[in-house]
């Protein structure tokens, strides 16, 4: 008799706690997914405001903000949109990047490198008021390095990395080296659209002095880059 009431005291709890579990009652609420944001090229560009993290919902309000000479393009990574500000739903661990690029003179060519995902925006040209070198208010230094993994592009001056870069108008040999590290991508776009009222022409070569492109105008051209690369634009 003591054997049976025994089995019975176990039995009943073990039983107790299985319709309760199925009933979730002792299920405790998880942690909200992790939410990891980037700026592209970097915080140079411009800086992100987060709002709403660690709410109930897993709702968070993400809004670009770009400093002077950048303007916001695009949300990328595990959400793609131009909308800004963004509203994210959490449900899973998300990486996002804040993509910025380089706004201002209309002069010149604007030169696009890509991956697909992340883009460096470069201008250059020759306009009034330029000379060959650094000028202040004309040319634009380029930010810091990205993390590894994103796509970084500049034109290498003779003491700083620029992403915008005017020359002298007289001068007739005028050579950008324009350097080109990928990011998961080996298969990079270089597309240029020239400014209104240009009629600049140019050539774009790789470092052997192949010709990959006349830049006239617009167009694009895709490039292989599994490493570090240098490419030059002439006139």
Partial sequence: MNI??????????????MVLSSCNIFEEEGDL????????PTSVAGSVLTSGAGSGSGEVLLTALANNNWS???WSGDAESEENPLT?????????FANFVISGTEAGFNFTVTDGQFASELRF???????DSFDSGIDLEAP????????????EGSDRRLIRDFRNPFTSDAV???????????????????????????????????????LDGSGSADVSVETSTVFFIRK
């Fill in 176 to 214: 950008w080296e324009l350097r080109v590290v990928p990011g998961g991508s080996e298969i990079v776009t270089f597309s240029w659209v020239s400014g209104e009222g240009s009629d600049e022409r140019f050539t774009l070569f790789d470092e052997s002095g192949e010709e990959i492109a006349e």
């Fill in 4 to 17: 049976r009431k025994a089995i019975i005291s176990l039995f009943i709890p073990g039983f107790l706690m």
């Fill in 144 to 155: 810091p390095p990205p993390p590894s993994g994103v796509l970084y592009a500049w034109f």
């Fill in 88 to 96: 994210l739903n959490l449900t899973r661990n998300t990486e996002i």
């Fill in 72 to 74: 916001f393009s695009h």
């Fill in 33 to 40: 997914p992790n939410l990891s944001v980037n700026v592209a």
């Fill in 125 to 131: 040209g020759q306009i009034d008021g330029a000379t």
